[in-house]
């Protein structure tokens, strides 16, 4: 593949059938390669909202922290929320290279103007939600992110290298915690299939609405930031989990849900796509709360910001005894 070189001189249409072919060839775009101004704009607004999504995702677990049923449990909850605002930094990094301030990406989502996922606006009413969350939300992540390791932009797909490592393991830990509750007493395993009633559909409405509903699923496939659609990754999930489901002795709050034999799929039931719109539009049952929180996060680490600017400031100013000299 000839080499990806921008020059002033490339009339625009050429540059963009370069583009388009480099991306055709499945090369990858890096931060100072020439792009239209829609795929950047698309990236931003994608990553950011996977950022937002990590930062978001740790209020429901954090609450369970100091509430966890051993000092164990404590640690590898404390870890994996740890992990997700690892997870927000890479991203908002990434983003940080299109251009894009991260000033600006937090001011977006504290004045409730970016989105991110749905699925971080229900309660955690039970122990057994910190499992369900493991299990199905980043057993649904994982299979989102997992075809962004071949994202056509690079500092994106090489972001998702690590970052589905360790959701890897999330997913592994939240299933062991279902499975304890499953070998347990009846009132365990009941714990254990109220919290999967209650995440079932909220995990299928992670992957976006239906592939004719959604407004970008074309065009980020076309470019190769998505490999596959909303409704093929939602299929996907499906297949994989019921035989876990089935493993575990719980059962889907879905009755309409059935192996097709001559697909070699499973079929589900209607999702509620009011209520994902709904949740979306900030109605959900704790979208109030959870941007209340970042508010609150984001006001009271003013001073840190402040601090570490004027530490950087200090430090780029300082004139050291050698350079005095040389002076």
Known sequence: MEPYICSESIHA?????????????????????????????????????HAHSEIIGMLPEGNWITRAPSLQRKAILLAKVQD???????????????GAQRDDLMDALIEGRAKYS?????????????????????????????????CSYGP?????????????????????????????????REMAQDSLNRW????????????????????????KIKRFSNDELRQRFVDMTIPQVELLGLTVPDKDLKWNQSTGHYEMGAIDWQEFFNVIAGNGPCNKERIAARKK??????????????????????VTPNQTNAA
């Open 84 to 98: 997700e605002a690892g997870h927000g930094l890479y991203l908002y990094s990434a983003a940080e290279t299109l």
């Open 200 to 223: 079932w559909w909220p995990s299928l409405m992670m992957f976006g609405p239906n592939d004719e509903s959604s407004t970008h699923n074309e065009q980020s496939m076309r470019w």
């Open 297 to 318: 996060a984001h006001r009271d680490g003013q001073w840190v910001r402040q601090a570490a600017s004027a530490y950087a400031e200090k430090m780029r100013t300082k």
């Open 156 to 188: 994106y797909a090489r972001a998702m290298v690590r970052v589905c490592k360790e959701e890897s393991f999330h997913q592994r830990q939240g299933f062991q915690i279902m499975l304890n509750l499953c070998e347990g007493t009846d009132e365990q």
């Open 118 to 150: 749905s699925i971080f606006n229900y309660p955690t009413l039970t122990w057994a939600d910190m499992g369900a969350i493991g299990w199905l939300v980043d057993g649904a992540a994982i299979m989102n992110q997992v075809p962004l390791c071949k």
């Open 13 to 49: 249409m050429d540059l963009n059938q370069r583009f388009e072919d480099y991306i055709a060839a499945d090369q990858k775009i890096e931060a100072k390669d020439w792009m239209p101004d829609d795929y950047r704009k698309t990236l931003i607004r994608q990553i950011s909202q």
